[in-house]
């Protein structure tokens, strides 16, 4: 049976909140059939309001200047739908050479529910430095922490919804790390 759709973004932002929390019941918050996997999509939704605050905190002034912002949101816009689309695309091949291919909607819908409050962190901490609550250098450290802790968190859903080790769980992070870095470089360089 089908949950409304409000009732599941509660239940799988729960879920997420408890494995930041470092509680590996969480999982069983989530929807892993195929048809929660696809409905998983609609984290992509809720954070890209999120999304474009954080693109204003981040590009530039002059950027958006020179480049206007239709142009800015367009090419972030596109780079975002493809980061969201990109990333089961190409760990599902990693989970194969992991030999936990049969766990790979359980991990990916964990994951996508995870993006809702990485991006609120994110949001926070630069809502934050925005605002002038830190120095510039605080700012900076703030943001790695952040940086750091989101990463330490993907780690620990890659291990615990993959069941694998720890050392296993690391090129998930790294994949979803330099996926970011590329995509991130590219969609820069188009404005």
Not at 7 to 22: D, I, N, P, S
Not at 46 to 53: E, Q
Not at 133 to 139: G, K
């Amino acid at each position: 049976m089908t949950v409304p759709a409000w009732t599941e973004v509660q239940l799988a932002v729960g879920g997420a909140l408890k494995l930041a929390r470092g509680d590996a019941s969480g999982l069983g918050f989530f929807d892993t059939s195929i048809d929660g996997f696809w409905r998983s999509f609609r984290a992509a939704l809720i954070c890209y309001p999120l999304f474009l605050i954080l693109l204003a905190f981040r590009v530039s002034a002059a950027h958006w200047e020179t480049s206007g912002v239709p142009r800015i949101v367009i090419v972030e816009t596109i780079g975002y739908v493809i980061s969201w689309v990109a990333f089961p695309l190409l760990v599902l091949p990693l989970t194969r050479w992991l030999g936990r291919e049969h766990r790979f909607l359980a991990f990916m819908v964990a994951y996508n529910w995870s993006q809702i409050p990485q991006t609120v962190l994110f949001v926070i901490v630069g809502a934050d430095a925005a605002a002038g609550l830190f120095s510039a250098n605080v700012a900076q450290v703030v943001d790695f922490a952040a940086a750091i802790a989101v990463l330490v968190y993907e780690w620990y859903i890659a291990r615990v919804a993959l069941m694998v080790t720890a050392a296993q769980a690391v090129p998930v992070v790294l994949l979803d790390l330099v996926l970011g870095a590329v995509l991130g470089r590219i969609t820069e360089g188009l404005y």
